[in-house]
C-alpha cells in the first residue's frame, strides 16, 4: 500500500522546487533561444514558482485539495511568459487531480500529470515539440505506464527525474534552432529542475548546499568554425538568364558540377538559378555565355554563418556585468540593458557572499564587473570578489539607479579600464532620491517624524518628512534642481497613476525628460534618479 | 596622362552637386518598396523616400548594383585609369559587384574598399577627386586612401530608433543596445567595416553634446561632413557648433535612400577623416 502524502509534503516540495529553481533561474536564462533569444526562461518560470509560493503561505489549510486550489490559484495569476503559462497549466492539471482530497497518493500525482499535460498542450495554441511540452509529456506518458503500484513518490519522481532527464537532453534533435545554438531548451530544462526540487525535498537532503543539475545536449553538435580562415560554406549565388532557346535541363546539368543547393527552373526566355558555390565569377562567366544575367546576388555564407552564431549563442563575452536587484522590474531593466546576471537582492536587498558568488559564477565570462547596487551590500560584494576565481572588479554603486546609470556607461567593445572608469564616474554623476514610509517616530537632525509620514533620502541622507508623496516631492524638488532627466521607478507598495502625477509635477519644473518605469521594489514607494 | 577617374556608389550620401564638380561617377545602389524598385538618387531622392519611409506599410530593401551595372561604367574608361571606391564590403554586396565586373571587362580600375559609409566613404572619394585634379597617379591615390582607410576614417551617429538598422540587419555589434527599458538614445559607429556601439546616453541633448566632444577628441582633421535624414535645421545647428573645432569646409549632407533605410528618420550624423 503505498502510502499516502499530506499538505506538509506538499508545501515542502512546492518551497523545496522554487529555492531550486532559485538556484538555476540564471543560468536558464541563458540557454534562452526559442521561441526568441530573450532569457527569460529561468526568471519567468521562477516568478511563477513564487507566485504559488505565496499564495500557499497565505493558505492556513492543510488540507491537500483546499491547497491545490491556492497553488493553482497562485500559477493561473503569476504566471509569466510562455514558459511560466506552460508551468501553470501543469499546476492547474495537478490540482484538478488533487482536488477534494485530504491527502494524496503517488497515483494522484500521476494522475495530476496527465491531466497537467493534456492543460499545458491544450494552452499553447501551436504547440511545438522539443521544449517543456515535451518533456512534460514524456515524463507523464513513462509514469502512466508504470504499473508497480507500490511505488512511493520518491521513487516515483527519481524515475520522472530520469526520464526527463532523458528528455532534455534530446530537446535539440527535435528542435533545430537548439541545436544550432548548441543548447537544451530552456523551459525544459526549468522543469526539470522543479522535478528535482521535488525530489530533493522528499529524500530530505539540503537544497541550500547543493547546485542544481544542467543538462548536456545529447546531441552530436554542429562544428563551429573557430577561425575566419575555416572555408566551408562559399557564396550563395542567384541571377536570371534572360535569353532565347534557353535549355533548363542543360543549364541544370552543367551548374550541378559547379556547387551544391542548385536549383534552376524556368523555360525557355527566363531561367532562374540558385547554387552554393566556391567561385562565383566562374558560373557566373559561364552563365553569360547562355543570355543576359541579372537580378544577381552574391553573399557570402561564411558571413552569415558566423552572424547566426553571434546573435544565438550565450555570446563568450570579453567581460560581463552581474548586478544585484531587487524588484522584478529592476532586474527586468538591468537584463534589458545588458546585465549578463542579475542576483535577486531578496526583500531587503541582502544578498549573501554565496548568492553573489553564484551570480559571478553564472556569468558567461572569466572578467566580471560587478554592481553591488546597494551601500550594505558593497562589502559582501567585495568579499566574493576575493573569493572567486574570476577576475572581478566591483563597481560600488550606491543604489539602484547608480547601478543603472554604470550599466549605460559600460561598453561591451572598451578596455576593462575605460569601463571601469566611466562606470565609476557614471555612478558618482547620477542623484537619488529614496522614498518611503516611516516606521515609527524619530528625531533626525531638525527633522521630527511621525510614524507613517512619507520619508525622502538624496543619496542615503533623510531630507525630508511630508504627510503625503506630492508635498513631499513638492518640498524637494529645488534641491533636486537642475536636472535633465529624472527616472521614477516605482516600487510594489505604489501605482503607476501616482507615480504619472509625480512626473507631472517634476515636468512643471521644467525638466526636458521624465520617465516612468516600473520598478516593481518592496522597500521605497518610489526610487527617483535625477540626472 | 588623363586625369584618374573617381568612381563611388550612391551610399556615399555625396552632397548635391559635389559629384558634378568633382567628376566623381556615382553608380545607384537599388531601393526596393515592395514591388517598385527604385535607383538611389536617380528615379528617388531622399525627401520623397523618407515621404515613403513614413507611410509605407511596407519597409524598403536595398540591394547592391549588379556587376553589370558596374560593367558598362568600367567598359566607358577605356584607356583611362580609374579609382572605384565603395561602401564597406561587410554591409553590402556592393564590393563584390564591382570585382566581378573587373573580371567580366578588364581594365586599369583600382577597387577601393572604404571599410566606411555614407559621407565616410564620401570624403574619401571627394580627396580622391581632389587628389587627381591635382594630377597625382592612380596608384599614388590609391596608396593614400589605404593609409587612411584602417583607422583615420571615423563615422557616427545619433540614431533615433534602432529598428531600422535591427530589422536590416545591420546593427552588428551594436545589438547590445538593442531591448532597453529606459528609453535611451544610442550611437553608433562604422569601425572596421561594420557597425559598433559607440555609447548610450539619456537624452537627444546630450547625445549631441557626446557627438561634438568625440569629434574634438581628434587631434587633427582633414575633412568633415554632417549628416541628416529629416531634421535639417539640427543638422545645420551642428555645423555651427563645429566650426568652433574645424575651420575647413564642413559638408552637410542627407542620408540618401539606401543609407537612409537603416538609419531611418531622425537621424544625425558626422564623418570626418583624420590628418
Not at chain 2, 523616400?49 to 567598359?75: C, G, N
Not at chain 2, 564597406?88 to 563584390?96: M, V, Y
Not at chain 2, 540618401?256 to 577623416?273: E, R
Request: aromatic share 6%; with cysteine; hydrophobic share 40%.
Amino acid at each position: 500500500m503505498p502510502r499516502s502524502y499530506d499538505g506538509r509534503d506538499l508545501r515542502g516540495m512546492v518551497a523545496a522546487a522554487t529555492r531550486w529553481l532559485e538556484k538555476a533561474a540564471f543560468q536558464i536564462d541563458a540557454l534562452n533561444v526559442f521561441p526568441v533569444p530573450d532569457g527569460d526562461t529561468g526568471t519567468n518560470m521562477l516568478l511563477t514558482m513564487k507566485a504559488i509560493l505565496q499564495e500557499l503561505e497565505g493558505c492556513s489549510s492543510e488540507h491537500v485539495g483546499e491547497m491545490s486550489q491556492a497553488i493553482a490559484r497562485g500559477a493561473l495569476m503569476g504566471a509569466r511568459g510562455n514558459s511560466g503559462v506552460i508551468l501553470s497549466q501543469v499546476w492547474k492539471g495537478l490540482a484538478a487531480a488533487l482536488s477534494g482530497k485530504e491527502v494524496f497518493t503517488p497515483q494522484d500525482f500521476v494522475q495530476g500529470m496527465r491531466e497537467g499535460t493534456a492543460l499545458a498542450y491544450k494552452g499553447v495554441s501551436r504547440p511545438v515539440e522539443g521544449t517543456m511540452l515535451t518533456v512534460i509529456r514524456e515524463v507523464s506518458e513513462a509514469l502512466s505506464q508504470d504499473v508497480v503500484t507500490d511505488h512511493d513518490l520518491t521513487e516515483l519522481l527519481e524515475k520522472a527525474l530520469s526520464i526527463a532527464a532523458d528528455s532534455v537532453g534530446r530537446t535539440p534533435s527535435l528542435l533545430p534552432v537548439l541545436k544550432q545554438a548548441g543548447v537544451v531548451d530552456a523551459g525544459a530544462q526549468g522543469f526539470y529542475t522543479i522535478l528535482e526540487g521535488f525530489v530533493y525535498h522528499l529524500k530530505g537532503e539540503d537544497v541550500e548546499s547543493a547546485t542544481p543539475k544542467f543538462i548536456s545536449p545529447a546531441v552530436p553538435l554542429p562544428r563551429l568554425p573557430m577561425t575566419a580562415e575555416e572555408v566551408g560554406y562559399g557564396y550563395c549565388t542567384e541571377f536570371l538568364i534572360r535569353g532565347r532557346e534557353l535549355k533548363v535541363e542543360k543549364i541544370r546539368r552543367q551548374l550541378e558540377k559547379e556547387g551544391d543547393s542548385v536549383m534552376v527552373v524556368g523555360d525557355s526566355n527566363t531561367v532562374k538559378v540558385h547554387l552554393h558555390t566556391p567561385d562565383p565569377g566562374k558560373v557566373l562567366h559561364r552563365a553569360l555565355g547562355w543570355g543576359s544575367l541579372h537580378d544577381i546576388l552574391i553573399r557570402n555564407m561564411d558571413d552569415q554563418y558566423k552572424d547566426f552564431q553571434e546573435k544565438t549563442l550565450p555570446s563568450p563575452r570579453k567581460t560581463a556585468v552581474v548586478a544585484v536587484a531587487n524588484g522584478e522590474g529592476f532586474v527586468r531593466v538591468f537584463r534589458s540593458l545588458g546585465a549578463s546576471v542579475v542576483i535577486p537582492g531578496g526583500t531587503t536587498m541582502n544578498p549573501s557572499t554565496k548568492d553573489i558568488l553564484q551570480g559571478i559564477e553564472a556569468a558567461p565570462s572569466e572578467k566580471v564587473l560587478l554592481l553591488p547596487n546597494n551601500s550594505n551590500v558593497i562589502p559582501a560584494a567585495e568579499q566574493a570578489a576575493r573569493l572567486s576565481d574570476k577576475q572581478v572588479t566591483v563597481i560600488p554603486s550606491r543604489n539602484l539607479p547608480q547601478g543603472v546609470a554604470a550599466l549605460l556607461a559600460f561598453n561591451p567593445e572598451a578596455d576593462d579600464r575605460v569601463n571601469i572608469e566611466a562606470m565609476e564616474k557614471a555612478c558618482s554623476q547620477i542623484r537619488v532620491l529614496e522614498v518611503t514610509q516611516a516606521v515609527r517616530r524619530a528625531r533626525w537632525g531638525r527633522l521630527r517624524i511621525k510614524r507613517g509620514e512619507v520619508i525622502g533620502l538624496l543619496d542615503g541622507e533623510l531630507i525630508a518628512a511630508n504627510r503625503d508623496i506630492r508635498g513631499l516631492i513638492s518640498e524637494v524638488l529645488p534641491q533636486l534642481l537642475p536636472a535633465e532627466v529624472v527616472t521614477i521607478y516605482y516600487g510594489r507598495s505604489a501605482s503607476e497613476e501616482e507615480a504619472q502625477e509625480l512626473a507631472q509635477l517634476f515636468r512643471e519644473e521644467g525638466i526636458p525628460e521624465v520617465e516612468v518605469v516600473y520598478g516593481g521594489q518592496p522597500s521605497y514607494s518610489y526610487i527617483i534618479s535625477v540626472e | 596622362m588623363s586625369t584618374v577617374r573617381i568612381i563611388t556608389d550612391s551610399t556615399a550620401d555625396l552632397p548635391s552637386g559635389v559629384a558634378e564638380t568633382l567628376g566623381i561617377r556615382v553608380i545607384p545602389l537599388y531601393v526596393r518598396f515592395g514591388e517598385e524598385v527604385f535607383r538611389d538618387g536617380v528615379d528617388l531622392n531622399p525627401d520623397e523616400f523618407y515621404r515613403r519611409l513614413m507611410t509605407s506599410p511596407i519597409l524598403p530593401k536595398t540591394a547592391a548594383p549588379s556587376p553589370e551595372d558596374f560593367a558598362q561604367v568600367y567598359r566607358e574608361l577605356g584607356e583611362d585609369k580609374a579609382i572605384s571606391i565603395h561602401i564597406s564590403s561587410k554591409l553590402s554586396a556592393t564590393c563584390d559587384s564591382a570585382r566581378q565586373a573587373l573580371s567580366m571587362v578588364g581594365g586599369s580600375v583600382d577597387i577601393i574598399d572604404s571599410l566606411s559609409c555614407s559621407m565616410g566613404t564620401g570624403l574619401l572619394a571627394i580627396l580622391a577627386a581632389e587628389w587627381a585634379r591635382q594630377g597625382l597617379s592612380a596608384e599614388e591615390i590609391g596608396t593614400r586612401l589605404r593609409q587612411l582607410i584602417p583607422d583615420k576614417v571615423h563615422l557616427f551617429g545619433l540614431i533615433d530608433n534602432l529598428e531600422y538598422l535591427h530589422k536590416g540587419g545591420r546593427l552588428g555589434k551594436a545589438q547590445v543596445f538593442l531591448g532597453s527599458l529606459l528609453r535611451i538614445k544610442p550611437i553608433l559607429g562604422v569601425k572596421d567595416g561594420e557597425v559598433y556601439p559607440v555609447e548610450r546616453v539619456r537624452t537627444r541633448t546630450r547625445a549631441i553634446e557626446r557627438m561634438l566632444e568625440l569629434v574634438s577628441e581628434v587631434s587633427s582633421i582633414q575633412a568633415l561632413a554632417v549628416l541628416h535624414s529629416t531634421t535639417p535645421d539640427e543638422a545645420h545647428r551642428l555645423a555651427q557648433q563645429l566650426r568652433n573645432i574645424f575651420s575647413g569646409q564642413i559638408y552637410l549632407s542627407q542620408f540618401g535612400p539606401v543609407l537612409g533605410t537603416y538609419v531611418g528618420p531622425g537621424t544625425l550624423g558626422i564623418a570626418l577623416i583624420e590628418g
